[in-house]
């Protein structure tokens, strides 16, 4: 239906260039044209009536002349093509629109626009990267070739050339392209990690990172990693510690890693930096971190600290590690098995994702830095709520 309702959209538009070509020929031709002019529209009109979009569309395009005053039509009409897919009848429209004359600069670049995301969704990007620079040279002002020269960028995991469109973006508009920019140098830090490369080539594209987000939580996080590899572990802690204060959700997936860091350098003050960070922003993740600690040497303690904050914010994952807190002590919990209950939590908390997109929704059990739906940068939030942090 999407189709037919687009054409419907299109119908006044053909029928006052029916009108406009007809009124023109009037005073050179016979009646016979304009009858002929009428006939092919209504014809085209009775195909759309019947739900044969194809046929409709043929009829149009014989009927509509490509000038300035029809281009737009015409240009919907490949879209139209793209959206159902029909990638070659798409590309084969806007070629046709390119080469006719009497185009503004403004109409010819818009066809290219559309033949390029054409060659795009065809996944012909090579052709597509081609047109997409030539806008560029063209016009370094116009934003939207850039924007998705980028797009094909990160699709092919070209973070270098990624970093080059992003940057002019930024200069065109710098409005929320920072954030970005930081995270491209986060990718090219990374593939440089997988690479191989030296520890000063990693370094470099992570300080460009916080050259353009100061508070990038992604870059302390990659550069943990690094120090990690390199068995520093003492500034593996403390650069884990400096991304979850950045972005406390960070300690929802960073936990082990921030836990392991801290067994063999600085353990000492990790309850500490723990009670600080609950007390900044209590999360379940934290609170059960902090618990387990206190648990090791104080399982009394451990259950205090636990009814403490599940009386002021209950959360399932909380309730679960205190029943089995107290079933470990051999306390009754009512009169309801702790067993049961645990079990039911258990299979409550396994069955609820626990990230989610904060632009599209998307929702699962693994952190994306980039949304897999969406495709927005730094979007993922940890769910929060009785199921959640």
Aim: aromatic residues 6%; glycine residues 4%; contains cysteine.
């Amino acid at each position: 239906m999407l189709e037919l309702t687009v054409l419907f959209l299109l119908l006044p538009v053909a029928a006052a260039t029916g009108w406009w070509l007809a009124r023109r020929q009037s005073a050179g031709r016979s009646r016979s044209r304009t009858h002929a002019l009428s006939s092919n529209y209504f014809r085209g009109l009775n195909y759309l009536l019947n739900e044969q979009p194809d046929k409709a569309i043929e009829v149009f395009l014989k009927l509509v002349d490509v000038n300035q005053d029809t281009v737009e039509t015409h240009l919907a009409l490949g879209n139209l093509f793209r959206r159902r897919g029909e990638m070659d009848k798409a590309i084969r429209f806007h070629k046709h629109i390119i080469t006719r004359p009497g185009l503004t600069d403004e109409q010819r670049t818009q066809a290219l626009m559309e033949l390029g995301q054409d060659y795009m969704q065809a996944g012909l990007l090579d052709r597509a990267e081609r047109l997409f620079n030539d806008l560029v040279v063209h016009d370094e002002h116009d934003a939207r070739p850039a924007r998705l020269l980028l797009d094909i960028y990160q699709q092919e995991k070209d973070w270098e050339q990624a970093i080059e469109q992003a940057r002019r973006l930024h200069q065109i508009d710098a409005d929320g392209s920072a954030s970005l920019i930081a995270h491209l140098y986060c990718e090219q830090a990374r593939q440089r990690m997988a690479d191989g490369e030296s520890v000063d080539q990693v370094l470099q594209a992570l300080r460009q990172a916080r050259r353009y987000d100061s508070g990038s939580a992604r870059a302390r996080l990659i550069e943990a990693e690094l120090d990690k590899r390199e068995r520093r572990w003492s500034e593996a802690a403390l650069n884990y510690r400096a991304a979850c204060e950045l972005d406390p959700d960070c300690l929802v997936f960073a936990l082990d890693d921030l836990l392991e860091s801290h067994r063999l350098a600085r353990r000492k003050d990790l309850e500490s930096w723990l009670e600080t960070l609950v007390e900044r922003r209590p999360m379940t993740t934290s609170i059960l971190a902090l618990a387990r600690m206190k648990a090791e040497h104080s399982p009394e303690r451990a259950v205090e600290f636990l009814l403490d904050h599940l009386s002021r914010r209950p959360t399932v994952r909380g309730l679960e590690y205190l029943i089995e807190l107290v079933y470990k002590q051999g306390v009754s919990l009512d009169r309801v098995g702790p067993e049961l209950i645990q079990d039911l939590m258990r299979r409550l908390i396994e069955g609820q994702p626990r990230f989610r997109c904060q632009h599209c929704g998307f929702s699962g059990n693994a952190w994306h830095w980039l949304c897999p739906s969406c495709r927005r940068w730094n979007t993922t939030r940890a769910i929060a709520g009785v199921l959640g942090e």
